[in-house]
C-alpha cells in the first residue's frame, strides 16, 4: 500500500473513531430522548436547527476551508484570524436582528414557531463558526486526534443536557439549550490547545490581503453551499408550514438516523482526504489510486448496510423508540439512496477547491434547488408529506451521483495532465 496510503488510514481511522464515539452518543442518547421529548417537540427542534444550517455558510463564507489550500502557514493563520472576526461579527449582528424581531412580534414563517428560541440562533451560529475554522486549522497541522475529542466532547455534553433538561420539565427548548452548550463546551477544547500549533502573528493587512486572494470561496463556494444546504432544509424551512408538526418530527427522527451518520462519516474522509489531496497536487504527483483505495472499499461496506437497514427500518424504529414513533422506518427507506450517494460524493467535494472547478459545482447546486423545490411543491400540492419526500430525496440521489462522476473525471483530467 505504502506510506502515504497507510499514513491516510490512520489519519482517517483517527478521525473516524472520534466521529463515531461521538455518532454513538448522540444516537444512543435517542433511546431516552424520544422518551422525554415528543414528536411535536422534534418537529419544532428540526425546524431551529434547519436556520443554524443556512445561516452558518454566512458567518464564515467558507474561508475556513482557504485554511487548508493556503501556501504556508502564515497564510493559514491569516485567513483563520479573518473567518473568526467575521464570523464574530454577522453573529452579532443576527443577535441584534432575532432580538429586534422578538421584541416586536415580527418573527416570520416558522420562526413565529420557536418564539424566545430564536435568541438561540445566533449564539448557537458563532458556536459553529468558531468551531469549523478550529476544526480547518488542526486539519491543517493533521491534530486529527483534538478534532475527535471536539467531536466526542460536543455530542457527549450535548446529549447529557438535552436528557437533564427534558427531565427538568424543558419540553420544547431543552434539544436547543442544550445542541447550543455541546457546541460551546467542543469550542473551548479547541481553544485550549490553540497554543500547540504554534501559529504566527497575522497582521489586519495580511489578513485582508489573503481574504481578498481567496473570495472564491465567498463567491462561489459559499452560495453554493447556501443553495445546498437551503435545499437540504426545505422540508422544515416550507414544508412544515403545510403539514402537521409530528410529521415533520418523524421524518426529522428518520433524517437523523441516516444523514446525520453519512454526513460525520463524509466529514472525517473528506477532512482527511482534503488535506492529502492538496499535497498530492502540489507535489505533482499521481492522485487517483489514492481516491479508488478509499472509494472501492466504502462501497463494499456501505451498499450492504443500506440494503439491509432498508428491511429492518421500520420495525427497528418502532422496537427501539416506541409506537409513537411509528413511521420512521418508511422515511428511513426513503432516504437510504440519498444516503449512499451522499457519503460518496460529499467525502470528495474537496475536489473542485483543489482544481478551482467551483464556478461548474455551482450549476449542479442550482439544479440540486429546483429540483427539490420542484419536489415539495408536488407534495404540498398533493397533501402528501411522504410524496414530497420521496421525490425530494431522489433528486438528492441523482445530483449526488452526478457529482461524484464529475468529481472522478477532474481526478482522471489532471493525471492526464501529468501524462502529458
Keep these: 500500500m505504502g506510506v502515504r496510503g497507510s499514513r491516510l488510514i490512520k489519519e482517517a481511522a483517527t478521525l473516524v473513531s472520534g466521529n463515531v464515539l461521538a455518532q454513538v452518543i448522540t444516537l444512543a442518547a435517542y433511546f431516552v430522548l424520544t422518551r422525554i421529548y415528543t414528536p411535536d417537540d422534534y418537529g419544532l427542534f428540526n425546524i431551529f436547527y434547519s436556520y443554524i444550517e443556512v445561516l452558518i455558510i454566512f458567518s464564515t463564507c467558507k474561508y475556513e476551508l482557504a485554511i487548508v489550500v493556503a501556501d504556508d502557514e502564515r497564510e493559514a493563520a491569516a485567513v483563520s484570524r479573518f473567518a473568526l472576526r467575521l464570523n464574530a461579527i454577522?453573529?452579532?449582528?443576527?443577535l441584534s436582528v432575532a432580538l429586534l424581531m422578538w421584541l416586536t412580534g415580527l418573527l416570520p414563517g416558522n420562526m413565529a414557531q420557536l418564539g424566545w428560541m430564536v435568541l438561540l440562533i445566533p449564539p448557537m451560529v458563532f458556536f459553529c463558526g468558531t468551531s469549523r475554522v478550529y476544526s480547518f486549522l488542526y486539519n491543517r497541522f493533521h491534530r486529527y486526534a483534538t478534532i475527535a475529542v471536539s467531536d466526542t466532547v460536543n455530542a457527549g455534553s450535548g446529549a447529557l443536557l438535552k436528557v437533564v433538561l427534558g427531565?427538568?420539565?424543558?419540553?420544547?427548548?431543552?434539544?436547543?439549550?442544550?445542541?447550543?452548550?455541546?457546541?460551546?463546551?467542543a469550542n473551548v477544547n479547541y481553544r485550549l490547545k490553540l497554543h500547540q500549533l504554534q501559529l504566527?502573528?497575522?497582521?489586519?493587512?495580511?489578513s485582508k490581503a489573503v481574504a481578498r486572494k481567496h473570495c472564491i470561496f465567498p463567491f462561489f463556494v459559499a452560495t453554493?453551499?447556501?443553495?445546498?444546504?437551503?435545499?437540504?432544509?426545505?422540508?422544515?424551512?416550507?414544508?412544515?408550514?403545510?403539514?402537521?408538526?409530528?410529521?415533520?418530527?418523524?421524518?426529522?427522527?428518520?433524517?437523523?438516523?441516516?444523514?446525520?451518520?453519512?454526513?460525520?462519516?463524509?466529514?472525517?474522509?473528506?477532512?482527511?482526504?482534503?488535506?492529502?489531496?492538496?499535497?498530492?497536487?502540489?507535489?505533482g504527483l499521481p492522485l487517483m489510486h489514492l481516491i479508488r483505495r478509499f472509494l472501492l472499499p466504502l462501497l463494499a461496506v456501505a451498499v450492504p448496510v443500506c440494503v439491509l437497514a432498508g428491511f429492518v427500518a421500520e420495525p427497528l424504529f418502532v422496537f427501539l423508540f416506541g409506537d409513537r414513533w411509528e413511521g420512521c422506518g418508511i422515511f428511513v427507506q426513503t432516504l437510504l439512496p440519498l444516503a449512499l450517494a451522499t457519503l460518496c460524493c460529499n467525502s470528495l467535494m474537496f475536489i473542485p477547491n483543489v482544481f478551482s472547478t467551483q464556478r461548474t459545482e455551482f450549476g449542479f447546486y442550482v439544479a440540486l434547488l429546483v429540483f427539490r423545490v420542484a419536489a415539495i411543491a408536488v407534495g404540498?400540492?398533493?397533501?402528501?408529506?411522504?410524496?414530497?419526500?420521496?421525490?425530494?430525496?431522489?433528486?438528492?440521489?441523482?445530483v449526488k451521483a452526478s457529482l461524484l462522476v464529475w468529481y472522478l473525471w477532474q481526478v482522471r483530467r489532471y493525471e492526464r495532465g501529468l501524462t502529458k
Excluded: C
Design 90 to 94: 454577522v453573529s452579532l449582528f443576527l
Design 167 to 185: 427531565l427538568l420539565g424543558f419540553s420544547q427548548s431543552g434539544m436547543p439549550i442544550g445542541t447550543v452548550l455541546g457546541q460551546a463546551a
Design 200 to 206: 504566527p502573528k497575522a497582521t489586519t493587512e495580511e
Design 224 to 283: 453554493k453551499d447556501f443553495i445546498n444546504t437551503f435545499a437540504s432544509n426545505l422540508p422544515f424551512l416550507w414544508a412544515a408550514l403545510y403539514f402537521e408538526r409530528a410529521e415533520v418530527g418523524l421524518f426529522g427522527l428518520a433524517l437523523t438516523f441516516t444523514m446525520q451518520p453519512t454526513n460525520i462519516l463524509s466529514v472525517a474522509f473528506e477532512r482527511v482526504l482534503y488535506a492529502r489531496t492538496a499535497e498530492t497536487v502540489r507535489e
Design 380 to 398: 404540498v400540492v398533493e397533501h402528501n408529506f411522504l410524496l414530497a419526500i420521496g421525490l425530494y430525496a431522489a433528486a438528492g440521489a441523482l
